[in-house]
Each structure stands twice: as C-alpha cells, then as structure tokens.
C-alpha cells in the first residue's frame, strides 16, 4: 500500500514557475514507477509526465516537453513536477500516481493516486 499526498500548488502568473512535490508512504517507494496527471474542469484527466524507479527514465506530454521536470528521491520517498513558463492553459488539479511495472503514460496502470493540488495560471 503507498499513500500520496501532493504539495506546492497555488497561483502563478503567466510565465512563472512553482515547484509540485508528493510525498510518498512506505518502504516501496523506488520500486514504483511515478507519474503526474491534471484535470481541467470539464475536461479528462492527462498525463503530464513519468518516471521510473531510479529516475534514469522519463517520458513527458508534448504540452510538458521543454518547461516540465519531473524527478525524483528514493531518500526522501518524494516525486517532484517544476514547472517552468506556465501558461493558463496549464490551470488543472495536479495528481500523482503510483504504478508498479514498465514506465507509462496510462491512467488505467497506476494503482495509487493522490488527492490532487490545485495549480491555477493567471494570464
């Protein structure tokens, strides 16, 4: 069992940056591949970008490639999501998630999800 909770969302203006993070519960940590997901209202839920166990692999959202990090800290059981230049189009509910196995940008394979943060871009 791994309990996620997320950290560090808020209101930035076009252009700026903040930094995500989600704590992560349990032993298991670095085995788990982790992602971050957002919802837009009305819209579904994507993914913004993965990592796998040791951070040596990571696959972004075209929307994400080139202003998005996503890394991580086995030591600390935390993943993090720096977002650079952001745009309101950006504007969503950040989740992280947990998935054992090969890295992946599929909801349906991440067995463990966080609450959300709320991330909003002001234009």
């Known amino acids: 069992q791994v309990q996620l909770v997320e950290s560090g969302g808020g209101l930035v203006q076009a252009g700026g940056s903040l930094r995500l993070s989600c704590a992560a519960s349990?032993?298991?940590?670095?085995?788990?591949?982790m992602g971050w997901f957002r919802q837009a209202p009305g819209k579904e839920r994507e993914i913004v970008a993965a990592?796998?166990?040791?951070?040596?692999?990571?696959s972004y959202a075209d929307s994400a490639k080139g202003r998005f990090t996503i890394s991580r800290d086995n030591a600390k059981n935390t993943v993090y999501l720096q977002m650079n230049r952001g745009k309101p189009e950006d504007t969503a509910v950040y989740y992280c998630?947990?998935?054992?196995?090969?890295?992946?940008?599929?909801?349906?394979?991440?067995?463990?999800w966080g609450q959300g943060t709320q991330v909003t871009v002001s234009s």
């Open positions: 349990g032993r298991t940590f670095s085995s788990y591949v």
């Open positions: 990592i796998n166990w040791n951070g040596g692999s990571t």
């Open positions: 998630a947990a998935a054992r196995g090969r890295l992946t940008g599929r909801s349906s394979d991440y067995d463990y």
